[in-house]
């Protein structure tokens, strides 16, 4: 028997990606809620500061499930002040653990001057693979197009809100649930 979530129509939503260059952390988001073959919104906010400003966050997913997140994540960041990792952790536990959290279902991009991770609903906590250049990840339907664009951009002399602009321009060009209506947070 299907439930309710399997019955309604399948939300798509968004592409999140993180550049760390020279110094610099951007998370970028595009503002496109997909319901079905439905635009619902072109200008939502997936992509905000958390705790006292001094994190920054992107979410791809269920919209609801990412704010309860982000709740949840900024509960850890009190608990953990200045401990994005540990607070991560610790999130990434208790949404694996907990009955309701574990039904949740979005993904995380977080960061702060010193880490940039990837949180998701099966307990992952990564920090993307650095390379000379620098590092990116991405999330969320046009995802994978942000990501290959980051990387192919990481080791030109563009600064990391060039990169993040750009591979979010070229992952709106490709995704059908991605569009250019671009948010973005730097630390």
Known sequence: MESEREKSPLMHATTIILVKKAGETIIAGDGQVSLGQTIMK??????????????IAGFAGATADAFTLF??????????????????????KDWRMDRYLRRLEAMMLVAD????????????????????????????????????????????????????????????DICVYTNHNIVVEKI
Do not use: H
């Open 71 to 92: 709740e949840r994540l900024e509960t850890k960041l009190e608990q953990y002040p200045g401990q994005l990792m540990r607070a991560c952790v610790e999130l990434a």
């Open 42 to 55: 072109g200008n939502a906010r997936k992509v905000r500061r958390l705790g006292k400003g001094d994190v």
């Open 113 to 172: 001057r010193n880490v940039g991770l990837v949180l998701t609903g099966s307990g992952d906590v990564l920090e993307p693979e650095a390379s000379d250049g620098g590092a990116v990840a991405a999330i969320g339907s046009g995802g994978n197009y942000a990501l290959a664009a980051g990387r192919a951009l990481i080791d030109t002399d563009a600064d990391a809100e060039t990169i993040a602009r750009r591979a979010m321009t070229i992952a709106a």
